[in-house]
């Protein structure tokens, strides 16, 4: 005996219609965004730091300044554009265990501050030892 069955209809998922919306969306998206435009200069700012006062330094270290101009002293004494690496080196040769502190004009040009990183490392002195403070330039 056959009895009478009811056919099911398959649940379908319109594509065709989400496909229409997805482009529209699309589309819509590509016109209204606004593109970053590329920046001739970057006004970059570094950021400054709260001083450590003095009483909770147990040692002295020795100072690598640098002006905004780029100029550098290692304590007190001014070194020549380029000569870095070598005073440096010299410099640990006459005082093997003193540590060194880097002192940075806020204004200091950034390529200037990675030439002065990178003499550290051609002298044997690990950038992770040499703590950078970023001073307000007057």
């Known amino acids: ?3 009478h069955r009811v056919q099911r209809r398959r649940a ?20 209204s ?4 435009k590329p920046r001739e200069i970057l006004q970059i700012e ?17 100072v690598i300044a640098v002006d905004a101009t780029g100029n550098i002293t290692l304590d007190s004494l ?4 380029g000569l870095l690496g070598a005073y440096l ?14 002192e940075a004009d806020r204004r200091l040009p950034l390529e200037r501050l990675l030439e002065i990183w990178d003499a550290l490392g051609k002298a044997g002195i690990s950038i992770n030892d040499v ?7 007057k």
């Open 131 to 137: 703590p950078a403070r970023i001073k307000v330039g």
């Open 46 to 62: 570094l950021p400054t730091i709260r001083e450590i006062p003095s009483e909770t330094v147990t040692d002295t270290r020795s």
């Open 12 to 31: 379908e998922v319109p594509i065709v219609p989400m496909i229409d919306i997805l482009f529209i969306l699309l589309v819509f998206f590509i016109v």
């Open 1 to 3: 005996m056959q009895f």
């Open 33 to 36: 965004t606004t593109f970053k």
């Open 78 to 81: 001014a070194v020549p554009e």
């Open 89 to 102: 080196q010299a410099y640990q040769k006459q005082n093997p265990g003193r540590k060194l502190e880097l």
